[in-house]
């Protein structure tokens, strides 16, 4: 069997790889389990000076780490030279704070001395996606390796070359043989690998359909699980926000990563006192977005991942529109090459429609009409997912009490667009997983969180 990466833009094959064997896949997890037993014992100043090597491989490698993400999945090169960049600084973020995060903690008691210790579990094994493909791999792999932890990683089957890369660049860092691998295998052959005993727990950034399967399988072994899954974010724009501000943030978020992107905005609420203007500004804003060569500096929106993504997209779309929805924007495959699809706006978008109920994972807004505050709260709640959430007002106190009480969801932000920042935990509720990544939080998915007692 072979893997292929394919050129989203004009889609030529960039490389075939060989899939991995099971075989060769179960001598690669024993082979980073025996680095384990020495990676565990490394103190902090070691791990984290290789850490920084690391990041400071990713800085002098950003140009061709860019562009080959650019290659296999579409990403606009400018986008992927800012995740090169995020990924340096989540490895320096954890080099840094790593050992205040794990320290001991001592705990007054009747014992003479009783503590909590953070100690590592073993290989971690994480399956990735294609959308961010060296951030998604980062996130983990820096505070897993950061407490002492090794990695495995089954990465999308289109962007091999990204896994490999990755691969390459924890070797130059410096670290440890084995320390880190990449595997090159189908999602079919995901369980039997799940099933090693040597792998000790599961991360997944995915789809809900493959969090629900990969969660079957760890569970059935008793093996720690973290699922980041899909997400439809609400974004709650209210009478006295500042519509011009709002309509900007809304487009920046709805088009990241050409709109494939978990916690980019996909439902946008709006009362409808103001929703005319809003639809006019967020148009007028979205209609001048570039669409284009995806190595081009000028471009905004790239090609869709995959062609098949994007028919399923617009069969969405259809569907929508199909059911009442209107579009005022796109909503037509363009003729030529490259998977593109073009920013597109739906209206008058009602429950019971995939625009409302399901995500839509391309450059597609949905626009929802809400008669008051109330009424919008629950339009933003009434979802199975819970990742992101935001809300537009100029009363802060207000939009504070709305993010932190009412939005069901991991993250919700005010007057701005959600995004992932190291210093923060990530993750979401529902269907859109659980666990956390980033920040003290992440780094304590994956230890023996052990009580120790002496008397």
């Not at 990713?58 to 090169?84: D, R, W």
């Not at 897993?144 to 289109?158: T, V, W």
């Amino acid at each position: 069997m072979s893997l292929k990466s394919i050129n989203p833009y004009n889609g030529k094959t960039i490389k075939t790889y060989k899939e991995h064997s099971l075989k060769e896949i179960s001598d690669k997890i024993k082979e980073t389990h025996e680095a384990w037993l020495s990676w565990r014992k490394t103190d902090f100043k070691e791990r984290a000076l290789l850490m920084q090597n690391l990041s400071a491989a990713l800085k002098n490698s950003k140009e061709s780490l860019a562009k080959m993400m650019t290659e296999e999945m579409g990403k606009p090169y400018k986008a992927g030279i800012a995740e090169v960049e995020k990924c340096a600084g989540v490895c320096d973020y954890y080099a840094t704070h790593s050992k205040d995060f794990l320290k001991d903690q001592l705990v007054d008691t009747d014992a003479t001395k009783s503590f909590i210790s953070f100690q590592p579990l073993g290989v971690v094994l994480a399956i990735m996606p294609w959308n961010f493909p060296l951030w998604q791999v980062f996130r983990f792999l820096a505070p897993s390796l950061m407490a002492g932890n090794c990695g495995i990683l089954k990465h999308a089957s289109n962007v091999s070359g990204c896994a490999l890369a990755i691969e390459n660049l924890v070797i130059a860092a410096g670290f440890p043989a084995h320390v880190f691998q990449s595997i090159l295998v189908s999602s079919k052959k995901v369980n039997p690998i799940i099933e090693n005993p040597l792998i000790k727990a599961v991360t997944l950034t995915g789809s809900t359909f493959a969090g629900k399967m990969v969660a079957q399988k760890a569970a059935s072994l008793i093996k720690k699980s973290v699922l980041e899954l899909g997400g439809s974010d609400p974004y709650l724009i209210l009478e006295d926000a500042d519509l011009d501000l709002a309509a900007e943030i809304c487009v920046n978020s709805r088009l990241i990563n050409s709109g494939q992107s978990c916690i980019s905005a996909k439902r946008f609420i709006v009362i409808k006192t103001i929703e005319k203007e809003f639809i006019r500004l967020f148009k007028l804003k979205m209609s001048k977005k570039i669409m284009g060569n995806p190595l081009n500096d000028k471009t905004d929106i790239g090609p869709q991942a995959r062609e098949d993504l994007r028919e399923e997209l617009h069969q969405q779309v259809k569907k929508s529109i199909k059911k009442g929805a209107k579009c005022v924007l796109g909503g037509v495959i363009p003729k030529g090459k490259g998977a593109f699809y073009p920013a597109t706006i739906l209206i008058n978008v009602k429950k019971g429609m995939p625009a409302y109920d399901e995500e839509l994972f391309g450059p597609v807004a949905a626009i929802i009409s809400a008669k008051n505050e109330e009424e919008a709260i629950k339009i933003a709640n009434d979802t199975s997912f819970g990742l992101g959430s935001a809300v537009f007002t100029k009363d802060l106190i207000k939009g504070e009490r709305i993010a932190k009480e009412e939005l069901q969801a991991g993250s919700a932000f005010v007057n701005e667009l959600v995004k992932s920042d190291a210093r923060l935990p990530f993750g979401g509720i529902n269907q859109s997983g659980y666990g956390r990544e980033l920040s003290a939080f992440g780094i304590h998915e994956f230890v023996n969180i052990k009580t120790v007692y002496v008397k």
